[in-house]
């Protein structure tokens, strides 16, 4: 069990340092901020498409912008290397000062601006997981010690899960420009520090990445993300969400509920295949080469393109299932 382990952190690790190596290779200066209006009050940001090899549909995670009287409070804070783009057009949207910016998780296109906009004031909160894995990052693909990150990305204010109920735990409320907004924890889905935003009265929930529909889940193990924690974060969401409450995701399109009944199955799906190809003694391999996804790839935007140096996003995502399975049964 503890080599699988180590194999599968070891997978994981190298799936982040090429992500951090695609970040690095990403022309900034190409990355335009498209500013969408979702409600009176609730705007949502994100790059340009086809300049961020990692996120093709568009550059790096989205960011949300409470604006009004009470000041803004932001959804997570983009690559580092936009924040000048970013705050440019915030202002576009109100002259207030930033007050607040959760994190939804600790991918680097979601928190490496975190420094940037703490050291004007913004005050930053996230979950508990999330700040630990900061302060201790996962160790690099070859064993060695990840470098430290600047102490300035680390959330200030943090939060548990505290009652779970279906995946959820208890929402943080925050009161401000007439909204009232709920940071809600995740169980351990995409990473182990994941939190999705609702804000009540727009109603609107930005849902971060244990849901996308481009390209197939990422199980992030490195960093504490769970096979059974998606499942279980799914289910809570769809039981939380009304039909007609719009759900951001980090990533793809803006959807309502209904769409994440077939994400769900296609999930479940994929996992029982996999466990009933580890019973029949498969290595991990054999069940990637399967091509288990097929039934879906026609529907999955992004489901075929490189996620990492070695494998496809579809590849990527049934090699998580396998481990994670894999793991369960020793």
Known sequence: ???????????????????????????????????????????????????????????????????????????????????????????????????????????????AG???????????????????????????????????????????????????????????????????????PVYAAHTGGDTMIRFENANVIMIGDFYRDFGYPFIDIANGGSLNGMLEGLDGLMKFAAPDTTLIPGHGEIIKRAALVPYRDMIVAVRDKVKQMIAQGRTQQEVVAAKLTAPYDAKVPGGNLPAGATQTSAERFVAEVYQELKRVTK
Not at 8 to 20: D, H, K, P, Q
Not at 75 to 91: E, F, H, S
Not at 148 to 169: E, K, Q
């Open 1 to 111: 069990m503890k080599a699988i382990l180590q194999l599968s952190l070891t997978a994981f690790a190298a799936a982040a340092l090429s992500v951090t190596a695609w970040a690095q290779g990403i022309e900034y200066n190409k990355i335009e901020i498209i500013t969408s209006q979702i409600s009176p009050n609730l705007y949502i940001l994100s790059g340009s498409a086809g300049v961020d090899p990692g996120h093709q549909d568009a550059a790096g995670g989205r960011i949300g912008v409470l604006a009004g009287p009470d000041g803004i409070f932001m959804v997570d804070a983009q690559y580092a290397q936009l924040t000048d783009k970013i705050l440019a057009a915030i202002k576009k949207i109100s002259s207030g000062p930033i007050r607040f910016m959760a994190n939804t998780h600790i991918h680097g296109d979601h928190t």
């Open 114 to 184: 975190n420094a940037n906009f703490a050291k004007m004031g913004v005050t930053i909160l996230a979950r508990e997981e999330l700040r630990e894995r900061m302060v201790h990052p996962a160790p690099l693909a070859n064993g060695n010690p990840a470098p430290p990150r600047d102490p300035a990305n680390f959330p200030v204010i943090t939060y548990g899960m505290g009652a779970a109920v279906s995946g959820l735990g208890t929402p943080v409320k925050i009161h401000m420009n007439g909204e009232t907004v709920h940071l809600i």
